[in-house]
């Protein structure tokens, strides 16, 4: 957490002091053929799928093994959105509403089921 700053009030971060070099997502991942699935940064509406990783070790990963890791990968900055958000809410203390705890913990769930291939 070198890039967060303690704000000085207890249990509170500020946050990042520069954007991460990542490419942005939204990244999703398909089917390529029977030994690659590729994760992609998919922009809607613009119809550009920029390849991120190919998920490929034919020798040494289980297909089942390959499709799990390309969807884990392509949750990756939906992770860190809903990581950075629920950072938001719990800096907010007291002052967090019901709908911002409820936001926060379905941005969390939903990056959850799309690691796990759920949200496809």
């Not at 709908?99 to 796990?116: F, N, T, V």
């Amino acid at each position: 957490m070198e890039n967060y700053v303690e704000t000085g009030q207890p249990n509170e971060v500020s946050a990042p002091q520069q954007l991460p070099a990542f490419t942005p997502g939204p990244w999703t991942c398909s089917k390529i053929n029977a030994l690659v699935w590729r994760v992609y940064r998919n922009d809607a509406g613009q119809r550009v799928h920029q390849p991120i990783v190919d998920c490929s070790a034919p020798t040494l990963l289980a297909a089942n093994e390959k499709k799990a890791n390309a969807h884990l990968i392509a949750a990756a900055p939906d992770m860190y959105a809903a990581i950075h958000n629920q950072l938001s809410v719990l800096n907010k203390g007291s002052l967090a509403t019901d709908e911002d705890l409820r936001g926060a913990y379905r941005a969390l769930i939903a990056a959850l089921e799309k690691a796990e291939g759920a949200a496809q």
